[in-house]
């Protein structure tokens, strides 16, 4: 497959520490050869010893989640520059598990797409509609809504830091794939949001990743659809032979991506915003 394409493995809440390591022992030969990064996306307490055992490898290691603020008195929360320091390069934000299990807003959504800009983490904003909205007929209403609003005063020059996830949440851990129709309809109607937001060269390449019950045998007709740039794993990441098999299909050749995360980066203007 010619284009360059992301993979992101989703371990949400499972694998102990210990489980982490052993999974990276077991995944890192099985992708050898596939030239970019795999990016997985750890619980907590797994990011710093997942990071040391994947140091020589082709992984990087993420969170699933941070708080909006630097700092401060908010038991229970954790904080960008803590993950930063623990190994982290990318967390994802926004996840529909957040959205709606967590009840995180819009507006909550974008003050963490900010902070993580702000503390050299790059984002995976996740979107989706849900079942309801899809029904309805609201699935580009919902997109651009959650679009606009997360990455309201991102500069054009921190773009290139992004990444936006499209998940339709009937799709999530649900074994119910979205056709391949709805999903090129769906990222072609993203990338022309990224444009307008961005301009064409700079929203033009934003990576659009897909997620929602991604496996082996679907893989690779998700990523030949147009404006799909890679997969976010769910279920099938939690697997390291399910996983390397997906990362084989779609990045044998080696097309992967490396991250882009830039050392210092001035913080992100903050335009006001009602939750
Ligand atoms: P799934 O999850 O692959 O298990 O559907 C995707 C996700 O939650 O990101």
Redesign the pocket.
């Known amino acids: 497959m010619a284009k360059n394409v992301y993979v992101v493995g989703?371990w949400?809440m499972y694998k102990t520490a210990r489980e982490a390591t052993d999974y990276i022992e077991s995944l890192a030969p099985k992708i050898e050869g596939t030239k970019g990064m795999i990016y997985l996306s750890v619980p907590y307490t797994s990011i710093a010893p997942a990071a040391h055992y994947a140091k020589e490898t082709n992984i990087v290691i993420g969170a699933q989640n941070m708080n909006d603020a630097r700092d401060g008195a908010f038991t229970g929360e954790i904080a960008g520059l803590m993950l930063k320091e623990a190994g982290a390069t990318f967390v994802i934000l926004g996840?529909?598990?957040r959205r709606h299990i967590f009840g995180e807003s819009n507006a909550l959504i974008h003050r963490k797409v900010l902070r993580a800009l702000q503390d050299d983490i790059q984002p995976i904003l996740?979107i989706g509609e849900t079942s309801k909205e899809r029904d309805a007929g609201k699935t580009d209403e919902v997109l651009k809504e959650q679009l606009f609003s997360a990455l309201d005063g991102v500069p054009k020059e921190d773009a290139e830091h992004l990444i936006v996830?499209y998940?339709p949440v009937w799709?999530?851990?649900?074994g119910k794939t979205a056709t391949l129709k709805h999903i090129e309809e769906a990222h072609l109607f993203c990338r022309a949001c990224l444009t307008e937001l961005f301009g064409k060269k700079q929203g033009g390449a934003i990576p659009i990743l897909y997620?929602?019950?991604?496996k082996p045998e679907n893989v690779a007709e998700i990523v030949d659809q147009k404006e799909v740039n890679g997969v976010?794993?769910?279920?099938?990441s939690l697997d390291t032979d399910t996983f390397a098999e997906i990362v084989q299909k779609i990045a044998g050749g080696g097309a992967l991506k490396k991250t882009t995360t830039p050392k210092t980066r001035k913080p992100p203007i903050r335009r006001k915003k009602k939750e």
């Not at 976010?232 to 099938?236: K, S």
């Open positions: 989703n949400k996840h529909s598990e996740c996830a998940e799709a999530i851990g649900t997620g929602g019950s991604v976010l794993v769910g279920g099938a």
